[in-house]
Protein backbone atom coordinates (compact mmCIF):
# COMPACT_ATOMS: atom_id res chain seq x y z
CA UNK A 1 0.00 0.00 0.00
CA UNK A 2 1.83 3.69 -1.33
CA UNK A 3 0.93 6.83 0.21
CA UNK A 4 0.89 10.17 -0.53
CA UNK A 5 3.68 12.24 1.07
CA UNK A 6 3.12 16.03 1.91
CA UNK A 7 4.85 18.53 -0.86
CA UNK A 8 5.18 15.72 -3.88
CA UNK A 9 2.85 15.43 -6.50
CA UNK A 10 1.24 11.75 -6.64
CA UNK A 11 2.70 9.63 -9.44
CA UNK A 12 5.87 11.78 -9.78
CA UNK A 13 9.45 11.60 -9.01
CA UNK A 14 10.99 14.56 -9.97
CA UNK A 15 9.86 18.32 -10.76
CA UNK A 16 6.68 18.27 -13.15
CA UNK A 17 7.08 18.82 -16.85
CA UNK A 18 6.04 21.80 -18.53
CA UNK A 19 2.86 19.81 -20.47
CA UNK A 20 2.17 18.14 -17.39
CA UNK A 21 1.04 21.84 -16.17
CA UNK A 22 -0.51 22.44 -19.28
CA UNK A 23 -2.50 19.32 -18.48
CA UNK A 24 -3.42 20.41 -15.37
CA UNK A 25 -4.57 23.77 -16.30
CA UNK A 26 -7.12 21.93 -19.09
CA UNK A 27 -8.03 19.81 -16.36
CA UNK A 28 -8.47 22.87 -14.30
CA UNK A 29 -10.31 24.56 -16.91
CA UNK A 30 -12.78 21.49 -18.07
CA UNK A 31 -13.78 21.42 -13.87
CA UNK A 32 -14.90 24.94 -13.84
CA UNK A 33 -17.10 24.10 -16.68
CA UNK A 34 -18.53 21.11 -15.64
CA UNK A 35 -19.01 23.05 -12.17
CA UNK A 36 -20.60 26.09 -14.03
CA UNK A 37 -23.18 23.22 -15.37
CA UNK A 38 -23.83 21.79 -12.54
CA UNK A 39 -24.64 24.96 -10.61
CA UNK A 40 -27.01 24.96 -13.37
CA UNK A 41 -28.53 22.46 -13.07
CA UNK A 42 -28.96 22.30 -9.53
CA UNK A 43 -30.57 25.97 -9.89
CA UNK A 44 -32.62 24.34 -12.04
CA UNK A 45 -34.29 21.99 -9.90
CA UNK A 46 -34.61 23.79 -7.31
CA UNK A 47 -36.11 26.78 -9.01
CA UNK A 48 -38.24 24.95 -11.64
CA UNK A 49 -38.38 20.70 -11.42
CA UNK A 50 -39.57 20.83 -7.69
CA UNK A 51 -41.60 23.69 -7.41
CA UNK A 52 -43.62 22.54 -10.89
CA UNK A 53 -44.03 18.88 -9.60
CA UNK A 54 -45.44 20.18 -6.03
CA UNK A 55 -47.89 22.55 -8.04
CA UNK A 56 -48.70 19.69 -10.42
CA UNK A 57 -49.64 16.76 -7.26
CA UNK A 58 -51.62 19.83 -6.16
CA UNK A 59 -53.83 20.12 -8.64
CA UNK A 60 -53.86 16.45 -9.53
CA UNK A 61 -55.18 15.60 -6.26
CA UNK A 62 -57.67 18.84 -6.16
CA UNK A 63 -59.28 17.21 -9.74
CA UNK A 64 -62.83 16.16 -9.98
CA UNK A 65 -64.76 13.87 -12.07
CA UNK A 66 -64.87 15.60 -16.11
CA UNK A 67 -69.06 15.99 -16.54
CA UNK A 68 -70.46 14.15 -19.26
CA UNK A 69 -69.72 15.47 -22.78
CA UNK A 70 -70.49 13.90 -25.91
CA UNK A 71 -66.86 15.76 -27.40
CA UNK A 72 -64.09 14.08 -24.92
CA UNK A 73 -61.29 17.03 -25.54
CA UNK A 74 -57.56 15.29 -25.14
CA UNK A 75 -56.30 17.21 -22.46
CA UNK A 76 -58.70 18.83 -19.37
CA UNK A 77 -58.00 19.11 -16.05
CA UNK A 78 -60.86 17.34 -14.70
CA UNK A 79 -60.25 13.47 -14.33
CA UNK A 80 -61.89 11.05 -17.05
CA UNK A 81 -62.85 7.66 -17.13
CA UNK A 82 -62.19 6.16 -20.32
CA UNK A 83 -62.93 2.34 -21.59
CA UNK A 84 -60.01 0.81 -23.49
CA UNK A 85 -59.18 -1.99 -24.63
CA UNK A 86 -55.23 -3.71 -24.63
CA UNK A 87 -53.11 -3.60 -27.84
CA UNK A 88 -50.01 -4.99 -26.29
CA UNK A 89 -47.78 -5.16 -23.36
CA UNK A 90 -44.18 -5.01 -22.13
CA UNK A 91 -43.07 -6.22 -18.97
CA UNK A 92 -38.83 -6.38 -18.69
CA UNK A 93 -37.28 -4.73 -15.88
CA UNK A 94 -35.99 -1.77 -18.18
CA UNK A 95 -39.54 -1.66 -20.14
CA UNK A 96 -42.51 -1.83 -18.24
CA UNK A 97 -45.69 -0.49 -20.76
CA UNK A 98 -49.13 -1.19 -21.92
CA UNK A 99 -50.45 0.23 -25.28
CA UNK A 100 -54.19 0.51 -24.84
CA UNK A 101 -56.45 1.27 -27.65
CA UNK A 102 -60.02 3.99 -27.10
CA UNK A 103 -62.03 6.18 -28.66
CA UNK A 104 -61.52 9.47 -29.90
CA UNK A 105 -59.71 11.81 -29.31
CA UNK A 106 -57.70 8.77 -27.37
CA UNK A 107 -57.10 6.08 -30.33
CA UNK A 108 -53.86 4.89 -28.81
CA UNK A 109 -52.18 5.93 -25.84
CA UNK A 110 -48.62 4.30 -24.71
CA UNK A 111 -48.72 3.86 -20.47
CA UNK A 112 -45.03 3.42 -18.89
CA UNK A 113 -45.44 2.20 -15.07
CA UNK A 114 -42.68 2.52 -12.88
CA UNK A 115 -43.13 -1.73 -11.92
CA UNK A 116 -45.27 -4.71 -13.08
CA UNK A 117 -47.86 -3.69 -10.19
CA UNK A 118 -50.88 -5.68 -9.65
CA UNK A 119 -52.82 -4.28 -12.93
CA UNK A 120 -49.93 -4.96 -15.55
CA UNK A 121 -47.90 -8.31 -14.50
CA UNK A 122 -51.70 -9.92 -15.23
CA UNK A 123 -52.87 -7.79 -18.64
CA UNK A 124 -53.23 -9.74 -21.95
CA UNK A 125 -53.95 -8.31 -25.48
CA UNK A 126 -57.84 -7.95 -25.58
CA UNK A 127 -58.03 -6.59 -22.19
CA UNK A 128 -61.26 -3.96 -21.44
CA UNK A 129 -59.72 -1.77 -18.60
CA UNK A 130 -60.61 1.64 -17.27
CA UNK A 131 -57.87 4.42 -17.88
CA UNK A 132 -57.95 7.95 -16.01
CA UNK A 133 -56.93 10.30 -18.36
CA UNK A 134 -55.49 13.71 -16.94
CA UNK A 135 -54.14 16.64 -18.74
CA UNK A 136 -53.82 14.15 -21.90
CA UNK A 137 -52.45 10.95 -19.95
CA UNK A 138 -53.24 8.07 -18.48
CA UNK A 139 -52.28 8.44 -15.04
CA UNK A 140 -54.59 5.53 -13.50
CA UNK A 141 -55.57 2.07 -15.27
CA UNK A 142 -57.84 -0.38 -13.44
CA UNK A 143 -59.10 -4.06 -14.72
CA UNK A 144 -62.24 -4.62 -11.99
CA UNK A 145 -61.49 -3.59 -8.46
CA UNK A 146 -57.59 -3.27 -8.83
CA UNK A 147 -56.17 -0.18 -9.91
CA UNK A 148 -52.41 0.74 -10.78
CA UNK A 149 -50.98 4.21 -11.02
CA UNK A 150 -48.99 5.04 -14.60
CA UNK A 151 -45.38 6.27 -14.01
CA UNK A 152 -46.83 9.82 -15.29
CA UNK A 153 -49.24 10.18 -12.63
CA UNK A 154 -48.10 13.22 -10.34
CA UNK A 155 -46.14 11.86 -6.87
CA UNK A 156 -45.50 13.63 -3.86
CA UNK A 157 -41.63 12.77 -3.74
CA UNK A 158 -40.27 16.07 -3.50
CA UNK A 159 -37.16 14.14 -1.27
CA UNK A 160 -35.90 11.77 -4.33
CA UNK A 161 -36.15 15.33 -6.55
CA UNK A 162 -33.89 17.38 -3.82
CA UNK A 163 -31.52 14.60 -3.68
CA UNK A 164 -30.63 15.04 -7.69
CA UNK A 165 -30.67 18.72 -7.08
CA UNK A 166 -28.37 18.15 -4.07
CA UNK A 167 -25.70 15.93 -6.17
CA UNK A 168 -26.07 18.33 -8.54
CA UNK A 169 -24.87 20.91 -6.36
CA UNK A 170 -22.44 19.30 -4.38
CA UNK A 171 -20.77 18.43 -7.74
CA UNK A 172 -20.48 22.38 -8.77
CA UNK A 173 -18.63 22.55 -5.45
CA UNK A 174 -16.14 19.78 -5.85
CA UNK A 175 -15.46 20.29 -9.51
CA UNK A 176 -14.86 24.26 -9.04
CA UNK A 177 -12.85 23.14 -5.68
CA UNK A 178 -10.58 20.84 -7.41
CA UNK A 179 -10.57 22.92 -11.09
CA UNK A 180 -9.37 25.69 -9.20
CA UNK A 181 -6.44 23.91 -7.79
CA UNK A 182 -5.52 22.81 -10.83
CA UNK A 183 -5.35 26.48 -12.25
CA UNK A 184 -4.17 28.15 -9.18
CA UNK A 185 -1.33 25.29 -9.11
CA UNK A 186 -1.11 23.61 -12.17
CA UNK A 187 2.52 22.50 -11.40
CA UNK A 188 1.48 20.85 -8.20
CA UNK A 189 -2.60 20.78 -7.27
CA UNK A 190 -1.12 18.31 -4.12
CA UNK A 191 -3.79 15.71 -3.21
CA UNK A 192 -6.75 17.63 -5.22
CA UNK A 193 -6.34 15.15 -8.15
CA UNK A 194 -8.80 12.25 -9.21
CA UNK A 195 -7.05 9.12 -6.90
CA UNK A 196 -7.84 8.92 -4.50
CA UNK A 197 -9.35 12.12 -3.33
CA UNK A 198 -11.62 13.02 -6.03
CA UNK A 199 -12.81 9.22 -7.03
CA UNK A 200 -13.60 8.79 -3.20
CA UNK A 201 -15.06 12.48 -2.61
CA UNK A 202 -17.55 11.64 -6.01
CA UNK A 203 -19.10 7.74 -4.67
CA UNK A 204 -19.71 9.50 -1.42
CA UNK A 205 -21.68 12.20 -2.76
CA UNK A 206 -23.43 9.63 -5.22
CA UNK A 207 -24.35 7.32 -2.51
CA UNK A 208 -25.36 9.49 0.05
CA UNK A 209 -27.17 11.59 -1.86
CA UNK A 210 -28.92 7.74 -3.29
CA UNK A 211 -29.05 7.03 0.35
CA UNK A 212 -30.88 10.09 2.16
CA UNK A 213 -33.22 10.75 -0.53
CA UNK A 214 -34.50 6.94 -0.77
CA UNK A 215 -34.60 7.06 3.14
CA UNK A 216 -36.67 10.18 3.48
CA UNK A 217 -39.26 8.80 0.82
CA UNK A 218 -39.88 5.70 3.09
CA UNK A 219 -39.67 7.30 6.05
CA UNK A 220 -42.22 10.72 4.91
CA UNK A 221 -39.80 13.10 5.82
CA UNK A 222 -38.92 17.06 4.91
CA UNK A 223 -37.18 16.88 1.65
CA UNK A 224 -35.38 20.36 3.33
CA UNK A 225 -33.47 17.55 5.53
CA UNK A 226 -31.83 16.10 1.83
CA UNK A 227 -29.28 18.98 1.42
CA UNK A 228 -28.94 19.54 4.54
CA UNK A 229 -27.97 15.96 5.75
CA UNK A 230 -26.16 15.21 2.21
CA UNK A 231 -24.17 18.73 2.92
CA UNK A 232 -22.84 17.72 6.29
CA UNK A 233 -22.13 13.77 5.39
CA UNK A 234 -19.59 15.15 2.14
CA UNK A 235 -18.38 17.99 4.00
CA UNK A 236 -17.46 15.85 6.90
CA UNK A 237 -15.79 13.10 5.22
CA UNK A 238 -13.88 15.95 2.72
CA UNK A 239 -12.25 17.51 6.05
CA UNK A 240 -11.12 13.86 7.69
CA UNK A 241 -10.10 12.31 3.99
CA UNK A 242 -7.46 15.59 3.45
CA UNK A 243 -6.70 15.05 6.60
CA UNK A 244 -5.76 11.64 6.50
CA UNK A 245 -4.21 11.63 3.19
CA UNK A 246 -1.95 14.38 4.14
CA UNK A 247 -0.97 12.95 7.62
CA UNK A 248 -0.47 9.55 5.08
CA UNK A 249 -3.27 7.40 6.75
CA UNK A 250 -5.35 6.42 3.33
CA UNK A 251 -3.34 4.47 0.95
CA UNK A 252 -3.80 5.34 -2.72
Known amino acids: ?14 PPSPQRAGR ?11 SLAATLTCYFVFTTWLPTDDTSYREYKAAEACPARRVMPRSQDCLQKVTFTVGDTRKTT ?3 RATLLG ?5 RMVVPFGDSGPV ?7 DRVTGTVWRGVVVVVAEGDVRQNSADAPRDEPQMTAAVGTFA ?5 LALMFGAMHLARPRDPGLFTWRPYGKWLLIVTGATCAVVG ?9 WLLVPTACGAVVAGTAWFL ?7 RVGR
Open 169 to 173: GLLAA
Open 242 to 248: HRDLRLG
Open 103 to 107: PEPFP
Open 94 to 96: KNM
Open 1 to 14: MTTTRIGTFPGADG
Open 24 to 34: NRLVGAALVVL
Open 214 to 222: LSAVWADLP
Open 120 to 126: LSGLQRG
